[in-house]
């Protein structure tokens, strides 16, 4: 129904944005981090937006990007997550915390968030793992900072161009001591192993 709201910010209490769009006021629930925008972008400010309709309630989120409208839409798609427990996983997890959670299967990760527990979060994982890596554009996002020398992406490049899946690779490196220069050769066997022998620590 509506892609975005452009207006004046009236109020912000809680996680609940009051947003005056030519003299009509929207109250818009948004993460902590979309708030803190608000709180920083001064009067006028812009929200990607999802309304979501029920018997009982029309309610409306608000976002400050469409990678994070994104993430909302994905994670509410899950059976038992809400509207307002996908904003508070948005609340607690940026953008790449979320992708590398996927990444690492890291349960963990998404119960910092008021009203994910551990079924839940295995829930999310095994529903959209398999919607976001290979799907989405990783080079979108951030990924695990032990990752990031040469040697590894080289690694992660002649294994993904051996028919490797790339987010086996990811989390299987993720959960490696990679050492301060880890060699080329050594690092490929290690991972080569792992992946053939289904290990992931």
């Known amino acids: 129904m509506f892609d975005y709201l452009k207006g004046l910010i009236e109020e912000i209490i809680d996680n609940h944005i009051i947003l005056d769009v030519n003299g009509i006021g929207y109250d818009i629930i948004s993460s902590?981090?979309?708030i803190n925008e608000a709180k920083?972008?001064?009067n006028v400010i812009k929200l990607y937006t999802v309304l979501n309709i029920r018997e009982d309630a029309w309610t409306l989120f608000g976002f400050i990007s469409q990678r994070e409208r994104f993430w909302f839409n994905k994670l509410?798609?899950?059976q038992g997550v809400g509207g307002r427990v996908a904003i508070s996983i948005l609340s607690v997890l940026s953008d790449d915390d979320?992708?590398?959670a996927f990444v690492m299967e890291d349960k963990n990760s998404f119960?910092?968030?008021d009203?994910?527990?551990?079924k839940l979060a295995t829930r999310i994982i095994t529903e959209l793992k398999d919607k976001v890596i290979g799907q989405v554009d990783s080079t979108a996002f951030t990924e695990p900072m032990?990752?990031?020398s040469n040697v590894v992406n080289d690694v992660i490049s002649a294994l993904v161009n051996l028919g490797y899946q790339k987010f086996d690779i990811l989390r299987v490196i993720s959960n490696m001591n990679l050492g301060?220069?880890?060699q080329f050769d050594v690092l490929l066997r290690q991972v080569l192993t792992k992946i053939s022998t289904g290990a992931r620590s």
Do not use: D, M
């Open 32 to 34: 902590s981090r979309t």
């Open 76 to 78: 509410n798609s899950v």
């Open 180 to 182: 301060e220069s880890p």
């Open 40 to 42: 920083n972008h001064g």
């Open 146 to 148: 032990k990752i990031q």
């Open 115 to 118: 009203g994910v527990g551990l």
């Open 111 to 113: 119960t910092k968030a």
């Open 98 to 100: 979320i992708y590398n």
